[in-house]
């Protein structure tokens, strides 16, 4: 019903010249039914919209249909099986930059090939950097047995186990030499004093420590800090704690605040907490002179 009314007041307006709007009212509403031409706005906001959507509509038009669009080869083609052609410039397209004719497959063969070429190559003789400070990790573990002298930071520790070691067996000054050998960048303590040569053999484990202190001297450090972590589960190093931290820093020739100590069981668990072996771990910090 309604769009035949408005069907015959559009027939009425295009006879007469009349305007596009036909007010008529609905009785059933009580209100005014504006009939219009969909395609007269009747805003100024679309006015604009449809100035707007107009404009865009023409420029992708002419943008699509202009030459940089499409190759001259595919716009004088109308067959289906032409390439869609980019509506973007050449220089902006993004292009492969690989092709099956230089890929290669990637194999453990050659993996190996490349790393072996890449180990052969000469290591640079060039000085080490002078670094403002350098920091280094050491480790060491040694199996207790009976009736062995259990010496810890060169103190002799009163208890029925000992460490069987190459030299004395001494733990704690191990990791320390380890640590400063690895903040300066050299082997580590069983390549510089291998257990193989008789001469380290019961070796007192100071000398070590010695040895590491003068290689750093050398390279021009000192020490800035260390902290060091005894575990074994016995005996109790609470007795032994100052005097073995005293000749600690006698041996690195380090003022006492610099130098820390902690002792820590292993909950018995494993070898450590059974009392069969007994471990260190040490950090330190060296400071350039």
């Keep these: 019903m309604l769009i035949s009314k408005a069907l015959k007041a559009s027939m009425i307006e295009q006879k007469h010249g009349l305007s596009s709007v036909d007010s008529k009212t609905d009785d059933s509403k009580g209100n005014i039914e504006r009939w219009r031409d969909p395609a007269i706005p009747t805003t100024y906001d679309q006015s604009r919209s449809s100035i707007f959507?107009?404009?865009?509509?023409?420029?992708?038009?002419?943008?699509?249909?202009?030459?940089?669009?499409?190759?001259?080869?595919?716009?004088?083609?109308?067959?289906?099986?032409?390439?869609?052609?980019?509506?973007?410039?050449?220089?902006?397209?993004?292009?492969?930059?690989?092709?099956?004719?230089?890929?290669?497959?990637?194999?453990?063969?050659?993996?190996?090939?490349?790393?072996?070429?890449?180990?052969?190559?000469?290591?640079?003789?060039?000085?080490?950097?002078?670094?403002?400070?350098?920091?280094?990790?050491?480790f060491d573990l040694h199996r207790l047995e009976p009736n062995l002298p259990l010496i810890i930071g060169g103190i002799d520790i009163p208890h029925d186990r000992g460490?069987?070691?190459?030299?004395?067996?001494?733990?704690?000054?191990?990791?320390?030499?380890?640590?400063?050998?690895?903040?300066?960048?050299?082997p580590d303590i069983g390549q510089i004093f291998p257990d193989s040569d008789p001469k380290w053999k019961g070796a007192a484990s100071w000398v070590f420590v010695k040895e590491s202190v003068k290689l750093m001297h050398e390279a021009g450090y000192e020490l800035g800090n260390l902290d060091a972590t005894l575990i074994l589960q016995r005996p109790k190093?609470?007795?032994?704690k100052e005097a073995i931290r005293e000749n600690l820093c006698n041996l690195l020739g380090a003022h006492p605040s610099v130098v820390n100590l902690k002792a820590k069981t292993h909950e018995k668990v494993d070898s450590l907490g059974e009392n069969r072996s007994i471990a260190a771990h040490t950090v330190v910090l060296l400071v350039r002179k």
């Design 237 to 240: 190093l609470s007795p032994h």
């Design 53 to 138: 959507s107009s404009v865009a509509m023409a420029s992708s038009t002419a943008f699509l249909s202009s030459p940089v669009a499409a190759p001259k080869s595919a716009r004088s083609s109308p067959s289906l099986s032409t390439p869609f052609a980019s509506p973007f410039p050449r220089s902006l397209r993004i292009q492969p930059r690989a092709s099956p004719s230089n890929l290669r497959p990637l194999t453990v063969a050659a993996s190996v090939q490349v790393g072996q070429q890449e180990a052969a190559k000469p290591i640079s003789s060039s000085p080490p950097p002078s670094l403002p400070f350098r920091v280094g990790h050491g």
């Design 163 to 186: 460490c069987e070691a190459h030299s004395d067996g001494d733990v704690l000054l191990h990791c320390v030499t380890d640590a400063i050998l690895g903040a300066l960048g050299l």
